[in-house]
C-alpha cells in the first residue's frame, strides 16, 4: 500500500521502523514517499537513544530546510560531515560562517580545512583568512587560499582578454573611420541632383539646357504657351 504514498500509511509503516530501530528501511521510506507529518516524525526521533536514528532527524529538518535544527543535532552527534553538508546545502553563508567558527574555537583544525572546502562557494575569503590567522591555522586554510588565489586570477586575465579585444575592436573602427574621405564633402549637392538650381550646376561644370536660362513665365523662341512647341507655319523654314 505504501507506493500509493498515502499519508496514513506512511506514519503507520514509519513508526513500525522506528519503533523497531530499523534505521535503513526508515531512511529509504522517508526519500522515498515524503506525504507524512514529517516534522512531527523528527522531532520524535531527534532524542531517540539510537544515534543513526537521530541521524534521520537532522536529515528530515534538513529536507525542511530546518538547517539550523539539522546542524545543531548533528554537531550534537560529532556528525561534522552531515553538519558540513548541511550547511553547503542551506546557500547560507551565514551558517556556514558559523559553523567554521565552531570549529575554530574548538580547535578541530582538520574540521576547519574540510569545510573551507565543503562550503567553498559560501565562505568569504577574508573571513577565512581572519579566523585562520587569529588562531594559527594558517596550514590547514592554505590550500583553501591557495585555490581561491587561482580562481581570482583567472577571473581577472579573463577581463583583462576582454578589455583588449574590446580596445582592439574600437580602435580598428576608429581607424577605417578617418581612413574613409568622401568624394564630396557633406552638404554638397552634385549635379543633376535633385534640387539643384541651375547656377550652382554651372558652377560645377555641368551642362545645362537652354531652357534652364529662361526666366519664369518667358517664352521662348518657337515655342507656345505652356512650353508646347508652336506650329510650323507655311513658308517658315
Given at each position: 500500500m505504501q507506493q500509493h504514498n498515502i499519508a496514513s500509511v506512511n506514519e503507520a509503516v514509519n513508526e513500525l521502523?522506528?519503533?523497531?530501530e530499523q534505521y535503513e528501511e526508515l531512511r529509504q521510506s522517508i526519500e522515498d514517499f515524503d506525504n507524512f507529518?514529517?516534522?512531527?516524525?523528527?522531532?520524535?526521533?531527534?532524542?531517540?537513544?539510537?544515534?543513526?536514528?537521530?541521524?534521520?532527524?537532522a536529515l528530515v529538518y534538513k529536507k525542511n530546510k530546518r538547517y539550523k535544527q539539522s546542524i545543531e543535532l548533528s554537531k550534537l552527534d560529532k556528525?561534522?560531515?552531515?553538519?558540513?553538508?548541511?550547511?553547503?546545502?542551506?546557500?547560507?553563508?551565514?551558517l556556514a560562517e558559523s559553523l567554521l567558527r565552531y570549529f575554530v574555537d574548538a580547535d578541530m583544525n582538520e574540521c576547519f580545512g574540510a569545510c573551507l572546502y565543503t562550503c567553498y562557494d559560501l565562505v568569504?575569503?577574508?573571513?577565512?583568512?581572519?579566523?585562520?590567522?587569529?588562531k594559527g591555522q594558517l596550514n590547514f586554510a592554505m590550500p583553501y587560499l591557495i585555490q581561491v588565489m587561482r580562481?581570482?586570477?583567472g577571473r581577472i586575465?579573463?577581463?583583462?582578454?576582454?578589455?583588449?579585444?574590446?580596445?582592439?575592436?574600437?580602435?580598428?573602427?576608429?581607424?577605417?573611420s578617418n581612413d574613409y574621405q568622401p568624394d564630396f564633402m557633406p552638404g554638397m549637392m552634385m549635379p543633376g541632383m535633385p534640387g539643384m538650381t541651375p547656377?550652382?550646376?554651372?558652377?560645377?561644370?555641368?551642362?545645362?539646357?537652354q531652357q534652364a536660362f529662361a526666366q519664369p513665365g518667358m517664352m521662348q523662341p518657337g515655342m507656345a504657351p505652356f512650353g508646347v512647341p508652336a506650329p510650323m507655319m507655311p513658308g517658315h523654314f
Amino acid at each position: 500500500m505504501q507506493q500509493h504514498n498515502i499519508a496514513s500509511v506512511n506514519e503507520a509503516v514509519n513508526e513500525l521502523y522506528a519503533d523497531s530501530e530499523q534505521y535503513e528501511e526508515l531512511r529509504q521510506s522517508i526519500e522515498d514517499f515524503d506525504n507524512f507529518d514529517q516534522i512531527a516524525l523528527s522531532q520524535k526521533l531527534e532524542k531517540h537513544e539510537l544515534m543513526e536514528m537521530r541521524r534521520i532527524s537532522a536529515l528530515v529538518y534538513k529536507k525542511n530546510k530546518r538547517y539550523k535544527q539539522s546542524i545543531e543535532l548533528s554537531k550534537l552527534d560529532k556528525m561534522y560531515r552531515d553538519a558540513m553538508e548541511t550547511a553547503r546545502d542551506s546557500g547560507n553563508a551565514d551558517l556556514a560562517e558559523s559553523l567554521l567558527r565552531y570549529f575554530v574555537d574548538a580547535d578541530m583544525n582538520e574540521c576547519f580545512g574540510a569545510c573551507l572546502y565543503t562550503c567553498y562557494d559560501l565562505v568569504q575569503p577574508d573571513v577565512a583568512l581572519e579566523l585562520a590567522w587569529r588562531k594559527g591555522q594558517l596550514n590547514f586554510a592554505m590550500p583553501y587560499l591557495i585555490q581561491v588565489m587561482r580562481e581570482y586570477t583567472g577571473r581577472i586575465d579573463a577581463l583583462d582578454k576582454k578589455t583588449i579585444k574590446k580596445e582592439e575592436a574600437e580602435e580598428k573602427n576608429k581607424s577605417a573611420s578617418n581612413d574613409y574621405q568622401p568624394d564630396f564633402m557633406p552638404g554638397m549637392m552634385m549635379p543633376g541632383m535633385p534640387g539643384m538650381t541651375p547656377h550652382l550646376a554651372i558652377g560645377m561644370g555641368a551642362p545645362m539646357p537652354q531652357q534652364a536660362f529662361a526666366q519664369p513665365g518667358m517664352m521662348q523662341p518657337g515655342m507656345a504657351p505652356f512650353g508646347v512647341p508652336a506650329p510650323m507655319m507655311p513658308g517658315h523654314f
